[in-house]
């Protein structure tokens, strides 16, 4: 499938409805994705991005019956990583000449996979290639969400080529933000958002205010991933704004994994709790070793405060929970409040080991969280349900 986007403008991906797991097995995708490829045919042909290396033959079939594969004069690498360029060495094998643009780790990037001394041609921000009536405009992106991102905008269509930026992993034929569900749209943008660029807060900031300086007009943004935005194109970058700014909910969620149920038990006292203490509060609890992590984390990213759960085992929490609790620290959360809670038979370290954790990862922890020996009874209940309040009354 390729299809007209806007004039000389076409879409060439791969919707991918099966892929259920990204970037190995670290991102879910509940909704597939699609590899967005854009192919301009003014004067001069461009090609931007290619699919991945498994589809590969499947994209190439369908850019010859798009275009003479020997008429691409240029061929944009927004983004090396391997979903964006997986394609380029096979491409490439039959264009061996043609010129890749891409920024200077760009090229340091499809050098290290790929081994492979093409025709690079590195540009920064400002530079532009002229296509015959419109020029591609090149604006770097550093850590949008890798070192040699950049952007690409089309003159005369104003069109906004993306990359990672402003996408999400969302299957879909229709391919337009007007034209699918809203609700499972921002879904999934706020879950990209919160998990691979939380961490880029401050360049994403930037970024927005630099191209917002370029008073580039802007009818249509054109993501690596996902659906294209032509309804309304800015609302998407007013999303990215509010993200970036430390962003929360009235939300309050309370993850935590058990063995034999004490912990579960005080999690759902302490959510009792919450909801005394906030009515108008939204309570997340959710279990980590049953519940998908990116799910989660996404639930984390909306909430002004987490409270993190684990019995004590082997004078340590469950290896889920210090995993989930290893990808919070390195997103860097912003300005909320952290607490913790777990049963123990013996030693009792798992409270303090969580505090720690979520001091480290920046949440603002104000309490020694609570421990119940064994299985929680009354007392340790009443106790679960006054934390809980207590929490929601200071976060």
């Known amino acids: 499938m390729s299809f007209n986007i806007k004039n000389n403008v076409h879409w060439v991906g791969k919707i991918d409805w099966e ?46 019956e798009t275009v003479d594969l020997k008429k691409i004069d240029y061929i944009i690498v927004n983004h090396g990583e391997v979903d964006h360029s997986g394609s380029l060495p096979e491409l490439m094998r039959l264009i061996p000449e043609t010129p890749i ?7 340091k990037s499809l050098k290290g996979q790929y081994h492979k001394e093409w025709n690079y041609k590195t540009v920064k921000t400002g530079d532009r290639l002229n296509l015959g009536s419109k020029d591609l405009v090149f604006v770097e992106a550093a850590m949008l969400h890798w070192p040699d991102t950049m952007f690409s905008y089309l003159t005369g269509d104003n069109i906004l080529f993306s990359s990672d930026a402003f996408g999400h992993h969302y299957a879909s034929e229709l391919m337009y933000n007007d034209l699918v569900d809203q609700y ?3 879904h999934e943008c706020i879950k990209y958002y919160a998990n691979i660029l939380t961490p880029f807060n401050k360049m994403v900031t930037k970024k927005i205010q630099d191209v917002t300086a370029m008073n580039l ?16 194109p ?12 430390s962003y929360k909910e009235n939300q309050i969620t309370v993850i935590y994994d058990s063995m034999w149920n004490g912990t579960r038990i005080m999690a759902e006292n302490i959510v009792r709790g919450i909801r005394e203490g906030d009515p108008g509060v939204v309570v997340k609890m959710l279990k980590i070793s049953t519940g998908d992590k990116n799910d989660i984390i996404t639930e984390v990213f909306k909430s002004k405060g987490l409270i993190v ?5 082997n004078r340590g929490i469950l290896s ?3 995993g989930i609790m290893e990808e919070i620290k390195g997103l860097g959360f912003k300005g909320k409040k952290g607490g913790s809670f777990g049963t123990y038979g013996w030693s009792g370290e798992s409270v303090k080991l969580l505090n720690g954790l979520l001091a480290e990862s920046g949440f603002e922890v104000s309490d020694e969280g609570l421990r119940s020996q064994w299985n929680p009874d009354g007392d340790t209940a009443a106790k679960c349900f006054e934390y809980g309040k207590n929490f929601a009354l200071k976060a």
């Open 19 to 64: 892929l259920k797991k990204f970037h190995g097995d670290e991102y879910s995708t509940h909704k597939g994705s699609s590899y967005n490829s854009y192919l301009i045919t003014e004067d001069k042909t461009a090609l931007i991005d290619t699919v991945w290396e498994p589809f590969s033959g499947e994209f190439i079939s369908r850019l010859s």
């Open 184 to 186: 499972e749209l921002l």
């Open 234 to 245: 800015a609302q998407i970058i007013k999303k990215y704004m509010e993200w970036a700014d």
């Open 217 to 232: 007009p802007l009818d249509i943004i054109c993501p690596s991933h996902g659906v294209m935005w032509r309804k309304d």
């Open 101 to 107: 643009y891409c920024t200077a780790n760009g090229v």
């Open 320 to 322: 889920g929970v210090a």
């Open 309 to 313: 759960g684990s019995p004590t085992v």
